[in-house]
């Protein structure tokens, strides 16, 4: 594969990089980044980046020149405060477009529908963020800084991503809960559009194939409380629900919890060719 375009990923190991670095694979030479847990990267050459070192990211794109950025490394809720999200999500991000654009590398910039306060859905591509959360302040900078200094980047906003094959980090959090505490709440006025951790991938190869800028949403076209997905991948991989799993409200315990955040999905699905598939179309092809 050496003479195949080089692709770099940043957060191979994460749960969007561990299923997006084998398929690209097949159509780059795959450099994939890590911070702290090279065991995890599933294809490609490992390469430790610390994404907050401006020096240390320059250094890398420039040494690689690849014609493909993917960036899906961040720093999730509960990893980190604001201060390290920002330094990470915000900062980090503007060192990768800075980066990007000067070897005029296509950077595809995974970025998150909690930009959005979850108060005017469906959301168009073009909306601007209006961020409740930290998380979400640190996406909503990063996102600024790509238009900022990468024009030319695709910035793709999605939404909860799940698989069959490895449990997703928000399901696996929910069995942990019901096993160490015994209960578990799940929020009847959250929506989302989760997508498929490979239907995401596919799209995020297509992306870097076409020669668009700007704001993208990408995310499944089911939209779905908090509380029956929850349930549906609970049950899915086996985890005991009864009456240990109770139904409550986001808007009674938090006002930094987005509500809705249904996204509209139309131009990403002509632009891609593309059906961005729901959780019970994914679930009955299983």
């Not at 942990?176 to 951790?197: C, K, N, T, W, Y």
Request: aromatic share 6%.
């Amino acid at each position: 594969m050496s003479s195949a375009p080089a692709l770099l990923i940043t957060g191979a190991g994460g749960y969007l990089g561990r299923h997006l670095a084998p398929l690209a694979a097949a159509r780059y030479q795959v450099y994939a980044t890590y911070h702290a847990n090279p065991d995890r990267i599933t294809a490609g050459q490992p390469v430790l980046l610390d994404l907050a070192d401006r020096a240390a990211v320059h250094g890398l794109v420039q040494q690689l020149a690849p014609a493909v950025i993917i960036h899906t490394a961040a720093i999730n809720p509960g990893a980190g405060d604001e201060a390290v999200m920002m330094r990470v999500n915000a900062a980090g991000s503007r060192h990768l477009a800075e980066a990007a654009a000067a070897v005029g590398s296509r950077l595809i910039h995974v970025s998150s529908d909690v930009v959005h306060n979850g108060r005017a859905a469906p959301y168009p591509d073009e909306a601007s963020p209006a961020p409740l959360n930290g998380y979400g302040r640190s996406k909503a900078a990063a996102e600024a800084a790509v238009r900022e200094f990468c024009p030319q980047a695709a910035i793709v906003r999605t939404s909860l991503i799940y698989g069959l094959t490895i449990m997703d980090r928000g399901t696996a959090g929910f069995a942990e809960r019901l096993a160490r505490e015994g209960g578990l709440v799940l929020f009847s006025d959250v929506i989302r559009q989760p997508v498929e951790v490979n239907n995401l991938s596919e799209a995020l190869l297509r992306l870097a194939e076409y020669d668009f800028s700007g704001l993208l949403n990408v995310a499944g076209r089911q939209a779905i409380t908090r509380t029956d997905f929850g349930r549906k991948m609970l049950a899915y991989w086996g985890v005991e629900i009864d009456r240990r799993v109770q139904t409550g409200r986001a808007a009674d315990i938090s006002d930094t919890i987005p509500l809705d955040l249904r996204l509209d999905i139309s131009q990403g699905q002509t632009l891609l060719g593309m059906t961005f598939l729901g959780v019970d179309e994914v679930l009955a092809a299983a």
